[in-house]
């Protein structure tokens, strides 16, 4: 059995045909998908989908939207209210002219400060801005846990953050022959710091276009970590699935409440 850790089922094309969707992943040995939010009208699907058996919601402020308002008591009540399973996809990201990086650091605190008072985990989103990521996340008076997702770095970057306490969310990067850095980290990080995720439909995989992929091809990322690692495949779903399970609570009480 395995986990995607993050997954847009609310984005077009998978929101248009979602039974299929679901029903492929299911078949595919993909029995459970967290969808992180990226703004509001996001929050407001993702809790909707989060209703369904097999999808577990995160509710957040993605940082290319953090010139929207956000108001932390309502985003606590809305995280309650859905049993959301994390705070995300929350984080920073130097790459985008706006919103200001300043502004992207306000929305951060304040959604750490949720995540910290709800006793939940965060989903990471980060680009260009480890130094600053890791400062804040070591600095929080409560230690931090999340995942950094879509993570294709090297192993150097890679032990920072499991050292700061997070895990690594490993996509279609692990499937590319030329993801030679993320290649070097899997083959020294340990396969209890790192979960699988696809990022559908925003990241493809190595002859999988983006807007193809799905939570099914999970399966397809597996495969690739249990090559690159020398493990056996059922290894590695057992301990990714397990790695997710403990931290999101997927088995603790669930579903969006009417």
């Excluded at 990086?101 to 680009?127: E, G, N, W, Y």
Aim: hydrophobic content about 40%.
């Amino acid at each position: 059995m395995l986990v995607d850790t993050h997954c847009h089922l609310d984005f077009d094309p998978l929101n248009g045909d979602l039974e299929s969707v679901l029903e492929r992943a299911e078949a595919a040995g993909v029995h459970r998908i967290v969808v992180p939010s990226f703004d509001a009208a996001s929050r407001r699907e993702v809790a909707r989908l989060g209703r369904l058996e097999s999808v577990f919601p995160a509710v957040g402020l993605h940082p290319w939207a953090a010139d929207e308002p956000l108001d932390a008591v309502d985003l606590a009540r809305e995280a309650q209210s859905c049993r959301a399973v994390a705070i995300g996809e929350i984080g920073l990201d130097t790459k985008v002219e706006q919103p200001s990086f300043d502004a992207q650091m306000r929305v951060f605190s304040s959604q750490l400060d949720v995540a910290s008072k709800l006793d939940l985990p965060v989903i990471l989103h980060c680009r260009g801005a480890f130094d600053e990521l890791i400062r804040i996340i070591t600095n929080q008076p409560h230690p931090v846990r999340g995942v950094v997702h879509a993570y294709s770095r090297g192993p150097e970057l890679a032990q920072r953050l499991i050292d700061a306490g997070l895990l690594l969310g490993i996509g279609g990067a692990a499937t590319r022959p030329r993801a030679r850095r993320l290649h070097r980290t899997l083959k020294r990080v340990p396969l209890d710091r790192i979960v699988l995720e696809t990022d559908a439909p925003s990241i493809g995989l190595d002859g999988i276009r983006p807007e193809q992929t799905e939570p099914r091809h999970v399966a397809d990322i597996a495969r690739a970590v249990a090559m690159l690692t020398d493990t056996d495949l059922a290894t590695v779903a057992q301990r990714t699935t397990t790695n997710a399970e403990a931290l999101f609570g997927l088995e603790a009480g669930r579903g969006c409440q009417e």
